[in-house]
């Protein structure tokens, strides 16, 4: 009894969703193209963080080997990059990770991704909108900060902020309602300043070469520190210390300080995501989305590697300022005139970061109530606009009252959680829709094409997804497959390795973060390679399906665990007080999904009706509700092209 009861309540926290296989109905305004979408990419990736990064990250950790730093961080960010494109070009609708995980891992791990995704929208434009406010308030004389601590300062220390911030409540509310108004409008908002923003930084990339001098990435200390009387040099009124100099070259703090820097770098690449959240609202999803990701991620790649050569032949890398380093680099070189463009681009930087931000956030909260695991009033479409008009509104207050209210300072971590335990997830659920079965889904590809469908071997299939007496779970079938199409043996047996995977990769992170290079933790972290390396062969071995996408992650399985491994090891990077303000917000969002979500999701509507309706049928005929339906989206192969 008590097994059964366990055995139901798992299936009802692991079951998946079917997705409509018509792609062309959608609640939202198909209107925006690849151009739109590599604008929001690029705008919502590249922001301020391109004109304060740099400094940071060259003067304490990698020096003139920044440029290193972030090819390593975006071709880690990359390998995110594809596992969502390929969920684009699989899954054109709208939720990002959320739907992703939802129509593979189950609707437990769909809401915790969700539920994440929303706390890291909600904090990014909170910390976003005071940014904007207080690089608004420096360029003006600081009046709209002397004016609220005058008149209006809080007096509660590790709570609030000092000051409410009411500049950043309007930045917030003005682009509530340029998102509310309508999409096309906003996309063509984000295109503008993305542009300006762009342009300025060609316009820093290219100044500082033409004032740069290479001898910056040849520095030599012994010269530096006998040099005494060239203190008024140092921006900072201190002299250069045998350890900000470090070893000098072109790599001073050696390759362990580039990857510490790469570490960093990696977070100024997060915000691409954003573009999977467009899937109901682009011309040619399957196509747009991939193409999106891979050319934002790629035009910020060269942004952010321009600007850091720049930066180190302008100045010497000890000599930067961490939090203005591009306006005190050219003031050096003497073009202090320059600090205005640069200025300009960081307004348009923080805009379009903001909107990155805010665009998201109101389709995920759409996604998770129009499933029934979040309120149903928050599914709302405007029938003017096409927009999550109820949703776009509450994220816009909720954010604009924690930027009102609260110093974000403390909280900026928690967007790293909910952004790496999505990218996590997705690179999971790509592993396992790859090596999943496609007979069930025989029927699903034939509702996207032209021929009449031949019901015969449809049901011939469904009968052969039953287990054969010969499909065994042995070392022989597991290493040495004999079917080149996808069973239940190998489908089953990859879901087993992707859960086992992500169990040493966890233990892996926490041992590499916790034991450093000590002789037990070496050890340690040597037989749970050892494990992975086997569970990786096998997985490998495993038969891919051939169904044609529109865009497919290359080198499985390496790049989806890679990337699980880069992204759990930056989470177990995030202090303890991180991990405690994370477990708080999951047990408010666990409160709203045992009591509300568990028992009102669609699916949950859908299993306890008498008369359950499939989400696609042919000619009359069922489809199966199994997760492998989503393994045939070939929707991608059409051949019309929106540029």
């Known amino acids: 009894m008590i097994l059964t009861t ?9 079951r998946v969703k079917v997705v409509d296989c018509n792609t062309e109905d959608s609640h939202f305004s198909r209107c925006l193209n690849t151009f739109d979408l590599v604008a929001l990419g690029v705008g919502s990736t590249l922001g301020a963080g391109v004109y304060v990064l740099a400094g940071a990250v060259a003067r304490d950790s990698s020096g003139p080997a ?17 596992c969502y494109a390929e969920f684009g070009a699989r899954v054109p609708k709208t939720g990002s990770a959320y739907l992703y995980s939802y129509v593979t891992v189950g609707e437990l791990w769909a809401f915790i991704t969700g539920w994440n995704l929303v706390l890291s929208y ?31 300062t809080m007096n509660a220390p590790g709570f609030l902020a000092e000051y409410p911030d009411i500049f950043s409540v309007l930045i917030i509310f003005i682009l509530t309602g340029l998102l509310s108004f309508g999409v096309k409008e906003s996309a063509l908002v984000n295109k503008i300043f993305t542009s300006i923003n762009v342009l300025v930084l060609l316009t820093v990339i290219i100044s500082g070469f033409i004032k740069g001098n290479l001898k910056n990435w040849n520095i030599n200390p012994k010269e530096i520190l006998n040099a ?35 570490a960093t770098c990696f977070y100024a690449f997060v915000g691409f995501d954003c573009i999977a959240t467009t899937g109901e609202e682009v011309k040619n999803p399957q196509r747009a989305i991939p193409i999106g990701i891979v050319a934002s991620l790629l035009i910020c790649f060269v942004a952010y590697f321009g600007v850091s050569a720049a930066l180190t032949v302008m100045m010497p890398y000890y000599m930067l300022d961490k939090n203005s380093p591009l306006p005190v680099a050219f003031k050096y070189v003497g073009w202090e005139g320059a600090t205005y463009a640069v200025a300009v681009g960081s307004l348009c930087a923080l805009s379009t970061s903001l909107l990155g931000a805010m665009f998201p956030m109101p389709r ?64 999971a ?5 790859r090596y999943q079965p ?91 390679m050892v494990a992975c390396l086997i569970i990786t062969v096998v997985v490998w071995r495993q038969p891919q399906s051939k169904a044609k996408l529109a865009f497919k992650v290359p080198l499985l399985p390496i790049i989806p665990i890679i990337s699980m491994f880069i992204n759990v090891y930056l989470m177990m990077q ?45 000619k009359g005929e069922p489809m199966d509700t199994d997760k492998e339906v989503f393994l045939h989206n070939t929707n991608g192969n059409r051949e019309d092209d929106d540029f």
């Open 6 to 14: 366990l055995k139901g309540i798992g299936k009802q926290l692991l």
């Open 66 to 82: 920044i440029v290193l730093s972030f090819l390593i961080a975006a071709l880690a960010s990359v390998l995110a990059g594809l």
């Open 122 to 152: 909600i904090i990014g434009t909170s910390s976003v909108a005071r940014a904007w406010s207080a690089t608004f308030d420096e360029l003006i004389g600081g009046y709209i900060e002397a004016f609220c601590r005058r008149y209006m």
């Open 228 to 262: 005494t009387g060239n203190s008024s040099l140092n921006m900072s009124d201190s002299l250069p210390t045998k350890e900000s100099l470090g070893e000098g070259g072109f790599m001073p703090f050696g390759f362990s300080g580039v990857l510490s820097g790469a």
């Open 364 to 427: 995920v909260i759409w996604a998770m109530a129009e499933d029934g695991l979040l309120f149903k009033f928050l599914a709302k479409i405007s029938p003017r606009t096409k927009t999550p008009l109820i949703a776009t509104v509450m994220s816009g207050v909720v954010s604009a009252l924690m930027a009102f209210l609260f110093d974000l300072k403390d909280l900026v971590d928690l967007m790293s959680i909910g952004t790496l335990l999505a990218y996590t997830l997705v690179a």
């Open 429 to 433: 659920c790509v592993l396992v829709l």
């Open 438 to 528: 496609e007979r069930s889904s025989v029927a699903y590809e034939m509702a996207n094409t032209v021929d009449e469908p031949e019901i015969e071997s449809y049901n011939e299939g469904k009968l052969d997804m039953l287990p054969q007496p010969e499909d065994r779970l042995t070392i022989k079938n597991l290493l040495c497959p004999s079917n080149t199409e996808p069973s239940p043996l190998s489908g089953f047996a990859v879901n087993i390795c992707t859960s086992i995977l992500g169990v040493l990769v966890c233990l892996f992170s926490i041992v590499a973060v916790q034991g450093g290079l000590a002789t037990w933790s070496v050890c340690v972290l040597t037989i749970i």
């Open 574 to 618: 995030l202090d303890r007080g991180t991990w405690m303000r994370f477990a708080i917000w999951m047990a408010i969002g666990f409160l709203i999904y045992f009591g509300y979500g568990i028992r009102n999701s669609t699916e949950a509507v859908l299993t306890r009706s008498d008369t359950y309706a499939p989400a696609c049928t042919i």
